[in-house]
T-cell receptor, first 114, second 112 residues
Framework: DAMVIQNPRYQVTQFGKPVTLSCSQT?????MYWYQQKSSQAPKLLFH???????NEADTPDNFQSRRPNTSFCFLDIRSPGLGDAAMYLC?????????????FGPGTRLTVT | GESVGLHLPTLSVQEGDNSIINCAYS??????FIWYKQESGKGPQFIID?????DKRQGQRVTVLLNKTVKHLSLQIAATQPGDSAVYFC???????????FGTGTSLTVIP
């Protein structure tokens, strides 16, 4: 089945230690998104890729970076995680040009910072 | 650890009753809206969408109403079932970009 896959599902990192979260998709969608979701809050958009074009949100901290080496994969890099970065990180995809922007979400990676 | 989260608005309904979940969106230029359902430990799941040139759209057991004058969306779920228990979010898209911004969310509990 076509889907959005996130690895790992649970990630523990130490304060200040760089960490990378992964997302892959078999949908061949041209847009990929990263969201941060804290407990009992709505997902917050960090950035998205439209094909290879990176679009950062104005309030996304510089500590968060992303890479998209090809259509299928997208990575979220947190350069120096702080305690406040502990959250669920959601990857999503959509296809531009179909008339709708239905986003398909992965199951998320829950990040714990110790 | 995580920051202390906000408490989501909650709605409790009896099984079989209809549910209405409301959402206020922020940007009058937004022209496309989606309702998502998020179950515990899972990513959001698409339920129904609506464009700003419509004020109502119906799906299977769900109806979305859009009032652009007051920037308000509602999701109506008919004959609510225990499996409908989840957190529901609306999301808005403002052209020309592909960004989606989520509303606060409502936690729905269905009482058998």
């Amino acid at each position: 089945d076509a889907m959005v896959i996130q690895n790992p599902r649970y990630q523990v990192t130490q304060f200040g230690k760089p960490v990378t979260l992964s997302c892959s998709q078999t949908l061949n969608h041209n847009v990929m998104y990263w969201y941060q979701q804290k407990s009992s809050q709505a997902p917050k958009l960090l950035f998205h890729y439209y094909d290879k074009d990176f679009n950062n949100e104005a309030d996304t901290p510089d500590n968060f970076q992303s890479r998209r080496p090809n259509t299928s994969f997208c990575f979220l890099d947190i350069r120096s995680p702080g305690l406040g970065d502990a959250a669920m990180y959601l990857c999503a995809t959509s296809r531009e040009g179909t008339g709708t922007y239905e986003q398909y979400f992965g199951p998320g990676t829950r990040l714990t910072v110790t | 650890g995580e920051s202390v989260g906000l408490h989501l608005p909650t709605l409790s309904v009896q099984e079989g009753d209809n549910s209405i979940i409301n959402c206020a969106y922020s940007n009058s230029a937004s022209d496309y809206f989606i309702w998502y359902k998020q179950e515990s430990g899972k990513g959001p799941q698409f339920i129904i969408d609506i464009r700003s040139n419509m004020d109502k759209r119906q799906g299977q057991r769900v109806t979305v109403l859009l009032n652009k004058t007051v920037k308000h969306l509602s999701l109506q779920i008919a004959a609510t079932q225990p499996g409908d228990s989840a957190v529901y979010f609306c999301a808005e898209n403002k052209p020309p970009g592909n960004q989606f911004y989520f509303g606060t969310g409502t936690s729905l509990t269905v009482i058998p």
